[in-house]
């Protein structure tokens, strides 16, 4: 046979961009009585509320990462989380559940590299500090709620040192999305010297002394404080001692402590020498709002003052944040809304993503640090680029999204060229899925052998093989010739299900084939010719077990070819080893089918013939559509049975084609 190089469908369409954006709130409408410095600022700009980067001062002099490039683990008990936590080497630590930390108020010594965040919204560290030893560095602490080591009649704290975090002389630490309340003493100490730190996002509620910043005549840390809510607080909301830059944006001052106190009940204070710059803040209910000392400079500009009394001073130039970093400044009157509703742990949040090749090197070692038997979905972001090696992800990794992040699936390329000759046709895949539970998404998979440039036994060349239940494919492309899908199970009568939606498909000889109940909807098949003017390959090679009535479902979907018409089959039934019980079962509906299909598109496969396997199509049309003796077409009634829900919905009602 003359095999002619591939013709590859050139543009394969443009990606969906997926990211979550949040909807923006609109501004509150408020009354001018009590107000001051109403400016509403700049508008906010469509962005997502949150990322998975940190931004402001710990964005700069190298980044904050955390436990980036490091194993991932999650723990739900104190012996875990204070053996990952104070390891030398970089963890991504998930905290699952609520750990009461013994003896009460005793601290989680966390060493550097290393990333502590929330499960959801259910992750908390109860009567218990995560406390951060001179000279560490890389410290990402999210999602968390830190809570209850209050020592009762101890308003002033000043019988314990038990904060919820507490921190000395370190740098590059970003603490997000966290809710601290009901602490022995303060809810978050940074002091001495500690630099390049960003404070977002998080809720300090229920107790005095919420956040103070410095210890130290030295004039070093650089320090972001944005859309954080403290609500119920009395002082340090917060108190900065000798910053070199404290920039405060969009937080949320809200139902003081009010006991009287002439002084130490109080909002933002500028102290020592610091220079603080305070941007569309709200105040609602504050004394004090905002104070400087003599020797401290205090910018302001766009705030809303509502219900207050007492100091608001500002005085000297301070500096200018953008000089440092960019941001985005929402209105003032928007931040009640906003920061109430995005602030503390969220259910979203606690997710953990993998940046290739940023963090880690490829995708095998980002899949190599999702921890076995996880639990919870770890999303590997794959940067534009081509990765020219193969993956596996094994059963023992369930749960992972695979996740090209160009604005093209072409755009990240991941491609290997072994023929079945050089290892079997397993060993030829690209790659290998045999976990639970996994999606990929605007990315590429390629084989990208070349069946015409030699002459081998064992042509068979994937680019994908699954054997995994639940696994979707999203905005993706299979290039290859011979065996470029493969969609399998464990074995005969193991049923694996697999989805593939506004995705592409290319190539020649068998190149949709497997056991596994297959749905492809809304995508691209391109029968690539061979050079043929009769036979150019077979498109299906089900092997569907007789017990099964669900295999291969081509959907709301377009053939495609550049091969001879009257040249391709629509499929064959695969027998894999001659095994009887393994009986194709194949239903093509609602498709646009190309001149190339033949007008008997089904055929016999090693001595097995097509018409003992469960070929049908269903309301096709095209030109490749016209209905002959040998086409059974399926019958209305028995179409209503054969849907995409029929297909996928197993015994656990599994209903990927619902979500977006």
């Not at 104070?86 to 963890?91: G, M, R, W």
């Not at 410095?214 to 840390?221: A, E, I, M, P, R």
């Not at 606690?350 to 076995?372: R, S």
Request: hydrophobic content about 35%; proline content about 5%.
């Amino acid at each position: 046979m003359t095999h002619l190089h591939s013709k590859r469908l050139s543009g394969l369409g443009p990606g969906r961009v997926l990211a979550t954006v949040v909807g923006l709130l609109a501004a509150l409408v408020l009354g001018a009585s009590g107000e001051a410095d109403a400016s509403a600022g700049p508008s906010p700009v469509a962005a997502p509320r949150w990322t998975d980067q940190p931004h402001g001062f710990a964005s700069l002099a190298g980044g904050t990462t955390g436990g980036a490039g490091g194993k991932v683990v999650t723990v739900t008990d104190q012996a875990s989380l204070a053996q990952y936590a104070a390891a030398e080497e970089p963890y991504v630590i998930r905290v699952s559940g609520a750990i009461a930390v013994e003896p009460f108020g005793s601290d989680i010594v966390v060493a550097s590299n290393k990333t502590i965040i929330g499960v959801g919204d259910t992750g908390e560290i109860v009567h218990g500090e995560l406390h951060l030893n001179p000279g560490t560095s890389n410290v990402i602490i999210r999602n968390l709620t830190i809570r209850d080591s209050y020592v009762e009649g101890d308003w002033d704290g000043k019988t314990t040192d038990f904060d919820a975090i507490q921190m000395d002389t370190v740098d590059h630490v970003w603490i997000d999305h966290n809710r601290f309340t009901h602490m022995g003493d303060g809810l978050l100490d940074i002091r001495k010297d500690s630099r390049y730190i960003t404070v977002s996002y998080n809720q300090f509620a229920d107790h005095n002394k919420a956040f103070g910043i410095g210890w130290t005549t030295n004039v070093l840390t650089e320090i972001t404080i944005d859309h954080n809510w403290f609500t119920g607080t009395k002082q340090r909301n917060p108190s900065a001692d000798n910053c070199a830059y404290a920039h405060l944006y969009n937080n949320y001052l809200s139902a003081q402590v009010a006991d009287g106190d002439p002084t130490w009940t109080y909002g933002n204070w500028s102290r020592g020498r610091t220079r603080m710059v305070i941007e569309n803040s709200y105040y609602d209910g504050v004394q004090h709002p905002y104070q400087a000392d003599a020797t401290a400079e205090l910018v302001q500009r766009g705030s809303i003052l509502r219900n207050t009394t007492g100091r608001t001073d500002a005085w000297g130039t301070a500096f200018d944040p953008r000089e440092f970093y960019a941001y985005r400044l929402d209105p003032a009157a928007a931040v009640p809304a906003l920061v109430t509703r995005f602030s503390g742990p969220q259910k979203q949040i606690g997710g953990v993503t993998l940046h290739v090749p940023a963090d880690y090197p490829t995708v095998q070692a980002a899949v190599d640090a999702v921890p076995d038997g996880n639990t919870v979905p770890v999303t590997i972001a794959v940067a534009p680029g081509t990765y020219r090696a193969k993956v596996f992800i094994p059963a023992t990794k369930p749960n992972i999204v695979l996740q090209g992040t160009g604005q093209d699936r072409s755009d990240t390329v991941i491609v290997y060229d072994t023929p079945a000759a050089y290892g079997g046709s397993t060993g030829s895949a690209t790659v290998r899925i045999a976990a639970n539970d996994v999606t990929a998404r605007n990315l590429t998979f390629s084989n990208d052998f070349d069946e015409a440039a030699v002459e081998l036994n064992g042509e068979q060349a994937l680019a994908m093989k699954t054997t995994g239940d639940r696994i979707l494919f999203e905005d993706t492309a299979f290039l290859g010739n011979q065996d470029t899908l493969m969609t399998d199970s464990p074995k005969l009568t193991t049923v694996s299900r697999v989805y593939v939606r506004d995705s592409y498909i290319e190539g020649d000889v068998d190149f949709v084939y497997g056991r596994a109940t297959t749905v492809i909807e809304r995508s691209v098949i391109k029968a690539l010719s061979r050079g043929s003017a009769t036979n150019n390959g077979y498109i299906t090679a089900a092997s569907t077990w007789t017990g099964n009535p669900y295999g291969f479902l081509i959907t709301d979907s377009r053939i495609v070819s550049d091969a001879p018409a009257g040249s391709f089959h629509l499929g064959r039934p695969w027998h894999p080893g001659g095994e009887p019980e393994a009986v194709a079962q194949v239903l093509i509906r609602n498709t646009r089918l190309p001149a190339a299909i033949k007008a008997s598109p089904w055929t016999d496969m090693s001595g097995f013939s097509w018409r003992d396997a469960r070929f049908t199509e269903y309301r096709n049309y095209g030109p490749g559509a016209e209905v002959t003796a040998d086409r059974p077409q399926m019958r209305d009634e028995d179409a209503r049975a054969h849907t995409v829900a029929d297909y996928l919905r197993g015994s656990d009602d599994w209903a990927p084609y619902a979500r977006h």
